[in-house]
């Protein structure tokens, strides 16, 4: 099935007179659907479990004041945008016990605006003139990854009121390419010379509506893990005789390694962690760690990397905790029986309530109220 929507707008700022419109918005989406899927049976192996997302974007903006609008002025200033999406993705099952997954992602553009920016002398700015051409751009990345569960059980003594604690852990590894198309031989970046007479880096498609593709190549080795704790006690209250406890509902693991990069290789070391205390209370927390030397000049506030791995540094912190209250809080989740309290019933709006001696309509009202607490470190 194929879902087609457009759109319109105009918005004004009333102090400087200049207005956003949009004429028109138009997207297209696909449903995903396997390439190969075959006709009768279960998908198996990479080439049918391929499944395409695609989609396709019009847009046309422009930003001009309430004199130009609809005249030839304005149209000389739009911009008009085409973007395609395609995204690919499958996976398998290796040895019973590992999951591996291929991806690709393809970004396709044209656009009617082009960018050139060049240094004024006169002005000491940088000039910015869009030119009225038909150009495109298309970028691509892909990756794979493997992973599998891994299960770790410690079972307890029958008198013991621990039952048992389960510890389930999903490692991942992964690959993720792509391109640099800041490179000369795509053409979708160049240079100017700019005050200083350096040459700066910039794409012809910069401020377009289109976006601009990637910059840099990208050889990076993914690794997460994601951890799952939880624990079963005894329990007289529970029907069961035993009660499950969520020590850590996910404490996950991440981090990157570019080895494409002429330096600092490795990315921030990235922990979240999830868990719930005493049933409602839901703790969420995550840490940033620097995992490169950070050296201060004395007196000086703002530090300096250095490529000395292993000397990890707090870049932030951060733990929220939040506490739901609603009417089952403290009334209890039984509903209160209003036809013991109040002999009268009738109608209102097609809605029955219950009356007091004095006719007031009575009736309990679903509430829910979250307190949050947030502490942050940076």
């Known amino acids: 099935p194929i879902t087609i929507t457009g759109t ?18 138009l997207n297209v989406a696909i449903n995903q659907f396997y390439l190969f899927k075959p006709a009768t049976g279960v998908r198996q192996g990479l080439l049918e479990n391929i499944t395409v997302n695609t989609g396709l974007n019009l847009n046309n903006y422009v930003q001009t004041n309430e004199g130009e609008l609809f005249t030839k002025a304005m149209f000389d200033k739009m911009q008009t945008g085409l973007k395609n999406n395609i995204g690919l993705g499958t996976n398998t099952t290796i040895a019973k016990y590992f999951t591996f997954s291929i991806n690709a992602n393809i970004d396709n553009a044209l656009t009617t605006k082009t960018l050139t920016r060049t240094y004024n002398p006169v002005t000491n700015l940088v000039d910015e003139i ?17 992973q599998t569960v891994l299960y770790g059980q410690k ?6 009121k621990i039952v048992a604690i389960r510890h389930m852990m999903t490692p991942q590894i992964g690959f993720n390419y792509s391109p640099d198309f800041s490179a000369e031989n795509f053409g979708y970046y160049t240079k100017f010379s700019n005050s200083r007479g350096e040459l700066t880096q910039y794409s012809i498609f910069d401020n ?19 951890n799952n704790l939880e624990m079963k006690v005894r329990s007289k209250k529970d029907s069961t005789g035993v009660k499950k406890i969520k020590i850590f509902e996910s404490l996950n693991f991440t981090t990157n390694y570019n080895f494409a990069a002429p330096q600092y290789k490795w990315s921030i070391f990235n922990f979240t962690g999830q868990t719930n205390l ?3 209370l839901n703790l969420n927390t995550s840490l940033a ?27 932030g912190f951060n733990a929220q905790l939040s506490y739901p209250l609603n009417n089952e809080t403290f009334n209890g989740k039984e509903k209160p029986d209003l036809s013991k309290k109040y002999n009268k019933k009738g109608e209102i709006r ?8 004095d006719n007031y309509a009575r009736f309990t009202q679903p509430w829910t109220l979250n307190i949050n607490a947030q502490g942050k470190k940076k």
Request: glycine share 10%; net charge negative; hydrophobic share 35%.
């Open 8 to 25: 319109s707008s105009y918005s004004q700022n009333f102090s400087t007179g200049l207005g956003d419109l949009k004429l028109p918005v």
């Open 130 to 146: 869009y030119n009225k051409e038909i150009a495109g751009f298309s970028s691509f990345s892909t990756g794979a990854s493997l």
């Open 155 to 160: 079972n307890f003594k029958k008198d013991s």
């Open 208 to 226: 377009g509506i289109v976006g601009t593709p990637n910059s840099g190549l990208v050889q990076s080795l993914s690794i997460a893990i994601n």
């Open 278 to 280: 005493f049933d409602k």
């Open 289 to 315: 760690l620097e995992p490169y030397q950070i050296i201060f000049a004395p007196g000086s506030d703002e530090g300096i990397r250095t490529e000395n791995f292993g000397r990890f540094s707090v870049q």
């Open 350 to 357: 097609n809605e029955n309530y219950f009356f007091d001696d």
